[in-house]
């Protein structure tokens, strides 16, 4: 009897490790931190929402990271990952846009800012930043909202409704898809962001815990900061 329970015991734990090791090959850098956020295009005005998770696979370690950057006055990236890549990566694209700004004295505008993001990573293509930028911003002489995501090297792709990238990029464009309507007003814009964001983290075990929603409208960034599931 005892010597089945021991057999029974060696051949589970085997199993389980074998099933933790395919499982920690599989699993992409990219998840490695978790991560979901959001651009999404409205009437006159753009939203970007991201979650505010920080962890290591599925321990949590703070629930206040930031995963948006402001570029300009009416310009923002988020950058999804891993972590450390996304704070090289945010302070890579200040200084170059800080540099922009000194030379060409105006603002950047987000087609252009999507070429600098796009050079910065393209850059290091062969030891890639383990990142998925989303950008949104008004262009600063028409005012029209502008959304793209890049991939790991750069490769840009310009959105005509909304974008998404992060562990949860599955549910959040399934989410999207159904609650997307074009031209929504800066209120409505963010009820559908919001909703979209908090119920595409709801299914996805790291990513979560609250979110920072930054609604960009000509005049003026509203930002806000949503409560969520803590568990």
Known sequence: M?????????????????????FSVAMSILAYNGASII???????????ADRRFGIQAQTVSTDFQKTFKMGDRLFIGLAGLATDVQTVASKLQFRVNM?????ER????????????NVLYEKRFGPFFIEPVIAG????????????TDLIGCPDVADDFAVV????????????????????????FEVVS?????????????GWGAVVHIIEKDKVTTRTLKARMD
């Open 2 to 22: 005892l010597q089945s329970i021991v057999h029974w015991n060696c051949t589970g734990f085997r199993l389980l490790s074998r099933f933790c090791i395919e």
């Open 39 to 49: 651009a999404m295009k409205g009437k006159g005005c753009v939203a970007i929402a």
């Open 195 to 207: 909703q979209c964001l908090m119920n595409g983290c709801d299914r996805d075990a790291i990513s």
């Open 138 to 149: 008004l262009d600063p002489v028409s005012g029209e909202p502008f959304v793209a995501a």
């Open 100 to 104: 922009y700004h000194l030379r060409e």
């Open 166 to 189: 992060g562990t949860a990029s599955e549910q959040l464009y399934g989410m999207c898809e159904s609650m997307y309507e074009p031209n929504l007003e800066p209120e409505d814009l």
């Open 107 to 118: 603002s950047v505008a987000p087609e252009t800012f999507m070429n600098i993001v796009a």
